[in-house]
């Protein structure tokens, strides 16, 4: 028996359910693009602010849901506190990129090791602001711990991802999850994680391993086919057919990705839950492994949808272009030959483009995924939190701004 359904036996369980509406986060992420191009970016600290407090507010856990505290102003003065720290370290590392280069290939690495264990610093504050801004009953999350050896686990678990390809990664998660929960708290009441790495790579060494297949055959049949040809076999012969038969194959397993990609982050998402503890309260996941898989080709097949309806657009404006200066055929200059308007135009189209895919990203990877894990979920022993004296202090937002300055912010 678990230590979940231990815990299911002995304090019962409560629901936990998304109440928020689809309709309702499309519009608000559509407005935010809209608010985000006429403000050059900007308003992304509120419409961060705003999805959070859907998101939040429509989480209930027995019956009460979370409530977001956060504002876009804190994540605005972060951002720009942020940058007055990451000016002159990217300035540096650049000027001392260039120096250590001339002495020697690959000198500036370490200022890239630097830069990442600098990103998972902000991601450890960035969670710490979250957390503090997160209230469920009248209590608040916090957190205490060290960002900076976070930053130093994440780097040395991070390094043996490559020699093991991949395959020490549940156990990189695992440590981290063990970390990062060890120092939170519900007012009171101390955070736990009781789930393990070999756990975890019992459930998805299989998606590894088919995820594998396509680079093996590809990489395998190229060597084969490149073997074969200075060798003097000639293209009808069984060799160089049988390498073709290899890639070809490749090529077709490549499909399968996104499918083993849905089913880990499913496998991963309930994992991690089922790993989470507050004291004697735990929860529990019924998420099957397939739950997800419909949101992720949803969003592919809207993205080339997307990509279709942007690209007859980039190809209107061409043409446009080369009628109104003349041409019979579509513009090939320099971007110096092209009228100020029609700069203008594709600026506005990139730009309009970009914002277009973060919506649906919002949506389908955000909005959709969250409903679905947090419906498969509930609380057991749900009274081992019920009271609970409030504790712990509001974090300042510069962690968040940190986080977004080196695009390592998330949700």
């Known amino acids: 028996m678990s230590a979940a359904e231990s815990m299911a036996q002995t304090g019962g369980a409560a629901s936990v ?6 309709i309702a986060f499309r519009r608000l992420v559509e ?3 809209l608010l985000e191009l006429i403000t050059f970016g900007f308003y992304r600290f509120w419409l961060t602010t705003d999805i959070r407090r859907h998101l939040w507010s429509n989480t209930e856990v027995d019956g009460d849901a979370l409530e977001y505290t956060g504002r876009g102003k804190e994540l605005l003065l972060g951002f720009l506190i942020a940058l007055a720290v990451l000016v002159p370290v990217f300035l540096l590392y650049f000027l001392a990129g260039i120096a250590a280069e001339r002495f020697k290939a690959f000198a500036s690495l370490p200022l890239y090791a ?6 998972q610093f902000a991601v450890y504050r960035a969670r710490r602001y979250r957390l503090t801004r997160t209230i469920w009953r009248g209590v608040r999350f916090w957190m205490t711990g060290s960002g900076w050896s976070y930053a130093w686990r994440s780097f040395l678990w991070g390094l043996l991802l490559l020699p093991t390809v991949g395959f ?20 009171t009441l101390p955070g ?9 790579f019992r459930r998805v060494w299989w998606i590894w391993l088919l995820g594998l297949l396509p680079v093996v055959a590809l990489v395998g049949g190229t060597i084969a086919a490149t073997v074969a040809r200075r060798q003097g076999f000639v293209n009808t012969s069984a060799p160089m057919i049988l390498s073709r038969l290899v890639i070809i194959g490749g090529f077709f397993l490549l499909i399968a990705l996104p499918f083993l990609h849905a089913v880990r982050k499913a496998t991963e998402w309930r994992w991690w839950a089922e790993g989470i503890r507050f004291g004697d309260a735990a929860v529990a996941c019924a998420l099957p492994p397939a739950a997800l898989i419909g949101i992720y080709w949803a969003l592919i097949g809207m993205g080339l949808l997307l990509v279709l309806g942007f690209g007859v657009i980039a190809a209107g404006i061409t043409v446009l272009v080369s009628r109104l200066a003349g041409h019979a055929e579509p513009l090939a200059g320099s971007l110096a030959g092209m009228p100020v308007w029609t700069i203008v135009a594709y600026a506005i189209w990139y730009l309009v483009m970009v914002l277009a895919f973060g919506v649906l ?7 959709h995924v969250w409903r679905r894990v947090i419906d ?3 609380l057991l022993n749900p009274e081992a939190a019920a009271d609970v004296a409030s504790a712990g202090e509001a974090a300042g937002a510069l ?5 977004d300055g080196l695009d390592f912010a998330g949700f």
Do not use: D, V
Request: with cysteine.
């Open 361 to 367: 990203a919002r949506i389908f990877t955000l909005h």
């Open 17 to 22: 359910r998304f109440t928020g509406a689809n």
């Open 376 to 378: 498969a979920c509930s």
């Open 399 to 403: 962690g968040e701004g940190l986080a």
């Open 192 to 200: 736990s994680f009781g789930a393990t790495g070999g756990q975890l």
């Open 168 to 187: 020490a990664y549940p156990w990189r998660m695992a440590a981290l999850e063990r970390y990062k929960l060890g120092r939170t708290f519900y007012g």
């Open 31 to 33: 407005r935010g693009a």
């Open 114 to 119: 630097f830069l990442y264990l600098f990103g």
